[in-house]
Nanobody
Framework: QVQLVESGGGLVQAGGSLRLACAASGRILSWFHMGWFRQAPGKERDFVAA????????YYADSVLGRFTISRDNAKNMVFLQMNTLTPEETADYYC?????????????????WGQGNQVTVSS
């Protein structure tokens, strides 16, 4: 088992930046590929970004490519999502997730463990 806790969300103006963090406990984070997803009210959970166990391979949704950066610090058992130039349409709950399999998947069903979510609100 691994427990994931997100932090760093909040209210930001359009065009602003936020950095989300995901802290893991219970298992060594370097064993897992990690992903970030987001879910707006009444909508499905969408893929945002993924990173492999070592951090050398990343994968992004087209909508965030060039603005968001996923990274990890295995020594601290943490994963991060730097979000720049945010838009109001990106208001959502943001979730980090851990995948036991060696892949950078964009499918929520491929991930084994989830955090509780962290709200990000982008005002216009």
């Amino acid at each position: 088992q691994v427990q994931l806790v997100e932090s760093g969300g909040g209210l930001v103006q359009a065009g602003g930046s936020l950095r989300l963090a995901c802290a893991a406990s219970g298992r060594i984070l370097s064993w897992f590929h990690m992903g970030w997803f987001r879910q707006a009210p009444g909508k499905e959970r969408d893929f945002v970004a993924a990173i492999n166990w070592g951090g050398g391979s990343t994968y992004y949704a087209d909508s965030v490519l060039g603005r968001f950066t996923i990274s990890r610090d295995n020594a601290k058992n943490m994963v991060f999502l730097q979000m720049n130039t945010l838009t109001p349409e990106e208001t959502a709950d943001y979730y980090c997730a851990a995948d036991k399999s060696p892949r950078n998947s964009s499918l929520p069903e491929d991930y084994d463990y989830w955090g509780q979510g962290n709200q990000v609100t982008v005002s216009s």
